[in-house]
Nanobody, 120 residues
Framework: VQLVESGGGLVQAGGSLRLSCAASGTIFSIGGVGWYRQAPGKERELVAHISSSDNTNYVDSVKGRFTISRDNAENTVYLQMTGLKPEDTAVYYC???????????????WGQGTQVTVSS
């Protein structure tokens, strides 16, 4: 199973980006998926999470600005980011629990990350 993030880039403060996390390989089902970010010199933090039943949670600093969603048919999870601030600058990673076959346990996977840079 591979997770591939895309959609990062350079944007001015106040702008928007939509990140995608596409899962590929042998996939029976995808459970919870989280978007994390890591800025230079800082620890990786969970930004948003969506469960298999579409329950969502966000870190306080992005509430009202970021929206996480999923397309189960496409094995893809999105992070819509609006009202971007310079402090949102980081490498964004997706993390997913994936069941490869019926009856298997979920295994946890990380993507390689995509850079988001917000200029002031």
């Amino acid at each position: 199973v591979q997770l591939v993030e895309s959609g990062g880039g350079l944007v001015q403060a106040g702008g928007s980006l939509r990140l995608s996390c596409a899962a590929s390989g042998t996939i029976f089902s995808i459970g919870g998926v989280g978007w994390y970010r890591q800025a230079p010199g800082k620890e990786r933090e969970l930004v948003a999470h969506i469960s298999s039943s579409d329950n969502t949670n966000y870190v306080d600093s992005v509430k009202g600005r970021f929206t996480i969603s999923r397309d189960n048919a496409e094995n893809t999870v999105y992070l819509q980011m609006t009202g971007l601030k310079p402090e949102d600058t980081a490498v964004y990673y997706c993390n997913a629990d994936v069941r490869e076959r019926p009856g298997n346990w979920y295994q946890n996977y990380w993507g390689q990350g995509t850079q988001v840079t917000v200029s002031s």
